[in-house]
């Protein structure tokens, strides 16, 4: 990752961005929500992470953590994927992929912030977010080396070019398929007890953001003797 690090740069400004920038503007303009997220969706949202539910958490019909799982990983596997095939639009697919996701979840935790259900949402996203929002960075970060080998193939053609990435994009996957897979474990198992403080739910996330960069950041560099 580190060796990718201009295109998990551009990624991550991609998303955190709109994502961050969401959550402000609501704030301000709490009717800014209803031009990107449909009503229905909406209230199905505010529904999730209302005061009184037994369980917190989109998609939560299901009884079965197991159940949950399974839907987990395979929305985020499906969002992932979608940042990653984008990039066989010269990147643009990538960038559009990331832009969108950060500005609808953006606007969804601002809403949910705004209307008072604040501490129900970030108590349920707060365990599995690292892992989660970082994972899609990384597949974005894939879609954006394959993009640029088709941008940029230098002396190759585009196919040797996009043989040439393969490496690189692979491994930036394998690092997203890892934390997506993390991510949805906690986000069954964990995230939606209500059982569970929201102290300790933030904690948590915290303690999992610290672990996640550091690990990033640090992790795999020779140390020396």
């Known amino acids: 990752m580190r060796g ?35 009503a229905e969706q909406l209230g199905k949202f505010q529904s999730d992470y209302a005061p009184g539910n037994a369980r917190f958490g989109a998609g939560r019909e299901a ?19 979608q940042a990653v095939a984008g990039g066989i639009f010269f990147g643009l697919g990538t960038l559009a992929a990331l832009i969108f996701n950060g500005t609808f979840l953006g606007a969804i935790a601002g809403h949910l912030t705004q209307i008072g259900y604040g501490g129900n949402f970030w108590g349920f996203v707060s365990g599995h977010a690292a892992l989660e929002l970082v994972g899609l960075v990384l597949a974005g970060a894939a879609g954006l ?71 990033l950041a640090f992790g795999g560099r020779d140390r020396g003797p």
């Open 63 to 81: 009884e079965s953590d197991l159940r949950m799982f399974g839907f987990y990983i395979a929305n985020n596997v499906r969002i992932d994927l």
């Open 145 to 215: 080396r394959l993009g640029y080998a088709l941008v940029a193939p230098g002396r190759l053609t585009r196919g040797a070019a996009l043989r040439a990435a393969g490496p690189d994009t692979a491994t930036l996957l394998y690092g997203a398929a890892v934390m997506t897979t993390g991510a949805a474990v906690i986000e069954a198992f964990w995230s939606s007890r209500v059982s569970i403080p929201l102290e300790v739910k933030v904690a948590f996330g915290v303690a999992m953001w610290f672990i996640t960069l550091a690990f």
């Open 4 to 38: 990718q690090w201009p295109y998990v740069l551009v990624a991550a400004i991609a998303f955190f961005g709109p994502f961050l920038g969401a959550i402000a503007a609501i704030q301000w303009f709490p009717d800014f929500v209803h031009y990107i997220v449909p």
